[in-house]
């Protein structure tokens, strides 16, 4: 025999009563000797109508509007689902409990007063209508009878959370049980009744508990809790988008993730299934073949290290401290029980080694009271300045992940911390229970979905993993990598489970924001109609106050402004990717900063793309020196511009013609004195430099101009251009002095003995930068290691395509941590 136990929303519209009399109709064909009992909530939303309801009376205010409407909604169900002739005797039924409900709202608008025990009345009647509904409703295809549950479930008067005569209560249950054997029960859920008759509640959610009792006092073979997801997933659906449902839990992992708020089964209900070794099963009423849920004794092993992880928004936490108390015996048993007796109910507690204090967290409309008793009780204490007055903290939430596998996994506290840290989230306090099966934290509320994304991420690795971008800069490189992105994102996704949604996008005009993610098909069209004109401080700021999860901020512009904010992005966990120079070729100690920023936050600083575009230059050194290789020597060609003028300024070639073929060809900048002038190579190799290990400034890189200085003076890009034809000569001559010995003109940077330059060389064949094509960049490595022959990487060092892939790489290796 099993129990059915449907919830608010499965009984909440015509709708859902059909399918859930489909999902019974199937039950009965199939153990027709063997009938059911169901338990029923009160349709969805009604309980919260009501408790608002009391409490709008208790303050004088009109509740008529809010009465006639819950019963036009439960008139309207019984009008859709039932045949006019039988409706009658059931609109009669559900008027008389109308009619109940008005009077006693009315009563305690005259009074002013709601005390627990009405207000427990008030409630239950939304369990009583829903189910005395559709006990009349099912009764056109079963036999069925109402069972008001408050005449068998006997409680205390501990109205709001009512404890249960279990002896007593199982007794008549089996007794109504038999007396009706021949129909379906048809129960209320949530409600019981004190020794006096008056009429109890067993705590918000707890129809499931009601379900358990009835299971545990027939002996039933299966507990179904049916709602409206696929089963105990392992985070809440509304917050993490990516939670699955799990097969199966023990009774302690159900326990444990709804005592921390997986609000699909209400944790009271795993004690009497667990005395009785009774499987609990969460199915989907609407989606009734999903195999569900089963809370159970033994489960298979699994190989995650957690089940699931789930919290409980909006709590305050309690510091109470002082030295000459805590710490000594019987300090803590006394507050715990002060509080007990005051029906504070603690959610959770942790205790400072040091002793000095105790932190607990309540709800928060148990702050105060609970303040006030402390106080209260322990003022001679306070008096004597042994204790301190107690300090509240609101706006906090608790996170924790569940599974019974952590007592033999090592490590899970380190990969929570981690996730967190990542993510900038800051943790309060920290609780284990000494079963190990719970690890839980503090945080603030504001950081609640980010953390639990985060987490859910980490742990759950074959998910896949998403990246929240920041993009800055929509020129050749920005449109490049949007377009990488978003030919590459399925393949990412299967292969790499990493998923990159750009979360913002900002050029110099305009800023648009979707922390689901901007579609990359036509992110042209959403810049260009986004309400919010660029702003690079709001645009910043907005992606701080976003706070989500693996957040990345990209910098695919070459200006010096968003460099300065580099600092305060590192510093609010965001990790940074960027092909922009600027900021690493700065000042000496702005350099330092970006990196300590990132190792003291936890994040990453890559910039790959700063020397030799998507070359694997600043990985290469760095593994280096991380494997404790020293280098020696560079020499390195970092000008694709330079390197291009060198590979075509040959045998008739003038030097004018040549730096105009390279502008035509885009190879330059738009004043192509920039690119000669050396300052763009000067920057990448003082970058490297310091990746070697060198606190260089600027002026320590010596420059050899290539440029005689007429040219480097000339008034405008025209007048430059003039004065390459006056100096012809100059560079003819150069020209004809390295083909004559047979070698070739190379502008090359160096890095030896600390001292960095760039100098203008004729080299030979024996010279490994003879042979260098098109616009490539080399750079050869001399280290302890890499001495008789050096290591050398080579290939294009410019452009869109290869720069963007670069930025692209480093994106998804801070997705790789
Ligand atoms: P019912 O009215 O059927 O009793 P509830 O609203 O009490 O349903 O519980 C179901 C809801 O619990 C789901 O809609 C879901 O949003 C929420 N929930 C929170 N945590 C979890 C979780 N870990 N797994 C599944 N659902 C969860
Ligand atoms: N109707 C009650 C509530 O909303 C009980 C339940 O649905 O389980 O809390
Ligand atoms: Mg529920």
């Known amino acids: 025999m099993k129990i059915l136990k449907f919830g608010g929303t499965s009984v909440g519209s015509a709708q859902s009563i059909k399918t859930l009399l489909n999902i019974l109709k199937d039950e009965v064909k199939q153990s027709a000797a063997d009938k059911p009992v169901v338990v029923l909530s009160a349709m969805s939303g009604v309980t919260n109508l009501l408790i608002a309801m009391a409490e ?70 939304g369990e009583r209508c829903s189910t005395l509904m559709i006990s009349k409703i099912a009764a056109q295809y079963f036999p069925s009878v109402f069972v008001d549950a408050s005449e068998v479930i006997k409680t205390d008067s501990t109205f709001g959370q009512a404890k249960v005569n279990t002896e007593l209560t199982e007794q008549l249950i089996c007794g109504l049980y038999h007396e009706n054997k021949d129909q379906i029960l048809f129960v209320t859920g949530f409600i019981g009744s004190n020794d006096s008759g008056q009429i109890t509640t067993l705590g918000r959610g707890g129809s499931d508990y009601t379900a358990a009792i009835f299971g545990a006092a027939l002996n039933a073979s299966e507990i179904q809790i049916w709602t409206d997801v696929n089963g105990m997933m392992t985070a809440d659906p509304r917050m993490v988008k990516k939670a699955f449902s799990l097969s199966e839990l023990t009774y ?30 969460i199915k989907n009423t609407f989606e009734p073949e999903f195999v569900g849920t089963v809370i159970q004794h033994d489960c298979k092993p699994s190989n995650l290290a957690i089940k699931g992880i789930s919290s409980i928004n909006n709590i305050s936490i309690l510091n109470v401290e002082g030295s000459g108390m805590v710490g000594k015996s019987g300090f803590s048993g006394r507050l715990f029980s002060l509080l007990a007796r005051e029906q504070i109910n603690v959610i959770l507690i942790t205790q400072s080694s040091s002793e000095h204090s105790i932190t607990f967290a309540v709800q928060p409309g148990d702050t105060e009271r609970a303040r006030q008793v402390i106080e209260h009780e322990f003022e001679l204490e306070l008096l004597a300045k042994k204790l301190e007055h107690v300090e509240i903290e609101k706006d906090l939430a608790i996170l924790a992940v569940v599974g019974e596998n952590m007592k033999e996994t090592p490590g899970v506290s380190g990969k929570l911390f981690h996730s967190l840290g990542r993510n900038g989230v800051n943790v309060r306090a920290i609780a284990q229970g000494s079963s190990e099966y719970n690890i839980s934290v503090i945080i603030s509320s504001t950081d609640l979905a980010k953390a639990l994304n985060a987490v859910h991420d980490a742990f759950f690795v074959q998910l896949t993993k998403t990246l929240h971008a920041f993009c800055l800069g929509t020129g050749n490189i920005g449109k490049t990598l949007f377009r990488q992105l978003n030919g590459h994102a399925a393949f990412l996704q299967e292969n ?102 990132a190792r003291q936050h936890g994040v990453d600083f890559f910039y790959e793309t700063n020397v030799g575009a998507g070359l694997p230059i600043i990985r290469t050194l760095k593994d280096l020196m991380n494997s404790g290789d020293r280098v020696q020597k560079i020499e390195a060609i970092l000008s694709g511009t330079i390197s291009f003028l060198f590979n075509n300024f040959k ?90 010995e047979g070698k070739v003109l190379r502008y090359i940077g160096k890095l030896e003995n600390g001292k960095a330059s760039i100098t203008l060389e004729m080299v030979d064949e024996s010279h490994p930068f003879y042979m260098l094509s098109g616009s490539d960049n080399i750079i050869s490595f001399t280290t302890d290691r890499y001495k008789e022959r050096p290591l050398v990487i080579k290939g294009p060092g410019a452009g869109a395509e290869v720069t963007a892939a670069g930025v692209f790489a480093d994106l998804i290796n801070v997705g790789a941590n």
């Open 56 to 125: 709008e009376a208790a303050k004088g205010n009109d509740f008529a509007a809010q009465l006639a409407e819950l019963e036009k909604r439960h008139f309207d169900t019984v009008k859709t689902l039932l045949e006019i002739r039988d409706q009658n005797p059931a609109l009669t039924r559900l008027k008389i409990n109308f009619n109940h409900l008005e009077e006693l709202l009315q009563g305690i608008l005259t009074l002013r007063e709601l005390t627990q025990k009405t207000r427990d009345l008030v409630i239950s009647y």
């Open 651 to 740: 045998g008739d070639a003038n030097f004018h013609d040549t730096v105009k073929l390279a502008q035509e060809k885009g190879y330059t900048e738009p004043d192509p004195r920039d690119d000669l002038r050396g300052t763009d190579f000067m920057r990448k190799m003082l970058i490297l430099a310091r990746d070697a290990g060198y606190a260089l400034e600027t002026s320590d890189v010596s420059i050899e101009s290539m440029l005689p200085q007429a040219c480097l003076d000339a008034a405008s890009v025209d007048d430059f251009y003039k004065s390459l034809i006056a100096e012809d000569a100059h560079f003819a001559n150069l020209k004809n002095k390295a083909e004559s």
């Open 252 to 281: 302690t992992e159900a326990m444990e993730l709804s005592y921390f708020g997986a609000k699909v089964i209400y944790p009271p209900t795993m004690i009497p299934a667990f005395l009785k070794k009774i499987p609990i099963v």
């Open 496 to 597: 790499n489970g990493i998923q990159v949604k750009i979360a913002g996008i900002s050029n110099t005009r305009k800023m648009a924001f979707n922390a689901d993610g901007i579609s990359l098909d036509n992110w042209e069209e959403t810049l260009d109609q986004a309400p919010d004109q660029a702003d690079l401080p709001a645009f910043i700021a907005k992606m701080k106050s976003m706070n989500l999860p693996n957040c990345v901020f990209i910098d695919n512009t070459a200006s010096p402004v968003p460099t300065a904010f580099y600092e305060q992005v590192l510093k609010s966990t965001i990790s940074i990717v960027t092909c922009n120079k600027i900021g690493n070729s700065g000042p000496y100690q702005q350099y330092k900063t970006f990196r300590d920023s």
